[in-house]
């Protein structure tokens, strides 16, 4: 019963360089949720996957940002050239299913740190 | 408007109070209900749903008001490890993503 797996729990980039960040659902879950969380500050929808599709990317910065969730492996975030305002958690969540009434669950997070 | 709005506090409450925080949403529509605690630096973690007529987990209870569009959560009997940061979220089945998270509300509860 792993919950949502995220990995690396720390990552540390310099301006320019590309940051992946991995996030592998719950069991049984197959829609996937990135949100961004800057210090003292809520939660920020980014983007919303399911298995090989985007359903909705609106939270998404349009520039540097991407995601996907391919049919093997885990949904990737990835963030080229980082700049220090990409300084933040990132966290990802999963749901059984787009119904509203099922509640989503979080992962550890990542805490992307750019020097 | 935001989709969901809720005073960010911070609450502070000795140990044993009651403690009550409201969250409101603009989408009349809204189908799903649900409060989420976060710690610091830890990941959203949900606390419970919100069920149309209330519902009670232990020492915390949850109530729906649909006609002015309010969730509300009380705390009884606070204790040090409820001091945390709870967030309101709010779902509608839409096309796309659904669930909608306030910015929410810092309590702390004091010895």
């Known amino acids: 019963n792993a919950g949502v797996m995220q990995n690396p729990r720390h990552l540390v980039r310099r301006r320019g360089q590309e940051a992946r960040l991995r996030c592998s659902p719950m069991k049984g879950h197959s829609h996937v949720y990135w949100y961004r969380q800057l210090p003292e500050e809520g939660l920020k929808f980014m983007v919303y996957l399911q298995k090989e599709n985007i359903i909705d990317e609106s939270g998404m910065p349009k520039e540097r940002f991407s995601a996907e969730f391919p049919k093997e492996g885990p949904s990737i975030l990835r963030i080229q050239q980082v700049v220090r305002g990409d300084s933040a958690a990132y966290f990802c969540a999963s749901s059984r299913d787009r119904y509203s009434n099922q509640p989503q669950h979080f992962g550890d997070g990542t805490r992307l740190s750019i020097l | 408007r935001k989709e969901v709005e809720q005073d960010p506090g911070p609450f502070n409450v000795p140990e044993g109070a009651t403690v009550a925080f409201n969250c409101t949403y603009s989408?009349?529509?809204?189908?799903?209900f649900f409060w989420y605690r976060q710690d610091c630096r830890k990941e959203p973690k949900l606390l419970m749903s919100?069920?149309?007529s209330g519902n009670e987990d232990g020492r915390f209870t949850a109530q729906l008001n649909r006609a002015s569009q309010y969730i509300s959560l009380l705390i009884r009997d606070s204790k040090l490890s409820d001091s945390a940061t709870y967030l309101c979220v709010v779902g509608y089945q839409t096309g796309a993503n659904n669930l909608f998270f306030g910015t929410g509300t810092r309590l702390t509860v004091i010895p």
């Open positions: 919100v069920y149309s």
């Open positions: 989408n009349s529509a809204s189908q799903s």
